[in-house]
């Protein structure tokens, strides 16, 4: 499979645990995104990087959040102290010229 | 105005039906619109790229009006298989940019 991947694809985590996602793009794409999507919402944009450059950050990606691409290649996205408002979709998506695709996601539950 | 904002729906149709979707957006200056598709549970997919004042592929017909600020989504001969969320996106910044997603508009087609 050629798609974005993305890992783990379901994550159940207690209030204050850190948890990390990880996203690998299409093996071409120099551009990654992150997203987030709750129920009944489009995503909302948190972050993206050009090869292993983080060139944007969205308000929402607060101090507990943090992202990488330390090769340029795969990328991690970390939640610290996570809490119940955390509960999400987490969607990863890479870049050719014309489209950005969308890996399956991380869904996160916070209880 | 919001950067992207749709119908609420849901759309319920029934099989053979042309259903409408609408989205209006804020910025005046972008250049370049995109139809996503998300099925209950995935990622979302590109449906449709407008980069003119239109753009037709099969059943899917897209329009846009600049002055208005205004892109549609029509469905001819609407399939089960239409089922899903559609989504009204904008890339912020211009085609390089993350991309800005409406709410989406849920359509059932139902036999």
């Known amino acids: 499979d050629t798609g974005v991947s993305q890992n783990p694809r379901h994550k159940i985590t207690k209030r204050g645990q850190n948890v990390t996602f990880r996203c690998d793009p299409i093996s071409e794409h120099n551009r990654l995104y992150w997203y987030r999507q709750t129920l009944g919402q489009g995503p909302e944009f948190l972050t993206y990087?050009?090869?292993?450059?983080?060139?944007?950050k969205s308000r929402l990606l607060s101090d507990r959040f943090s992202a990488e691409r330390p090769k340029g290649s795969f990328s991690t996205l970390e939640i610290q102290r996570t809490e119940q408002g955390d509960s999400a979709m987490y969607l990863c998506?890479?870049?050719?010229?014309?489209?950005?695709?969308f890996g399956p996601g991380t869904r996160l539950t916070v209880t | 105005r919001k950067e992207v904002e749709q119908d609420p729906g849901p759309f319920n149709v029934p099989e053979g039906a042309t259903v409408a979707f609408n989205c209006t957006y804020s910025n005046s200056a972008s250049q370049s619109f995109f139809w996503y598709r998300q099925d209950c549970r995935k990622e979302p997919k590109l449906l449709m790229s407008v980069y003119s004042s239109g753009n037709e592929d099969g059943r899917f017909t897209a329009q846009l009006n600049r002055a208005s600020q205004y892109i549609s989504l029509l469905i001819r001969d609407s399939k089960l298989s239409d089922s899903a969320t559609y989504l009204c996106v904008v890339p912020r910044g211009g085609s390089q940019g993350n991309l800005i997603f409406g709410k989406g508009t849920k359509l059932s087609v139902k036999p």
């Open positions: 998506a890479s870049r050719s010229e014309y489209e950005q695709y």
């Open positions: 990087f050009q090869n292993e450059a983080q060139l944007e």
